[in-house]
């Protein structure tokens, strides 16, 4: 299996849980790694430091995230 291949699989396995709760927390525990996205919106606003990147961090899970405001500092 190449990489590009290895890496479509686990995009098609990836979810977006919403704000359910209990489903976050279901999903951060079985998760290997987790994807973070951040962008500024057309106002400049950004978010500050995302409770989920806490979150994924405090479960010891390794976390790919965007460049913005303080994530770069967790």
């Not at 489903?23 to 400049?44: N, W």
């Amino acid at each position: 299996m190449s990489q590009a291949d290895a890496f479509m699989g686990a995009f098609d396995q990836a979810g977006d849980v919403g704000h359910d709760e209990r489903a976050v927390h279901v999903q951060l525990h079985q998760a290997q790694v987790v994807a973070l996205t951040s962008i500024q919106d057309r106002q400049g606003r950004r978010e500050g430091i995302p409770v989920s990147l806490m979150e994924a961090l405090a479960l010891e899970r390794p976390v790919v995230a965007s460049n913005q405001s303080g994530i770069p500092e967790l």
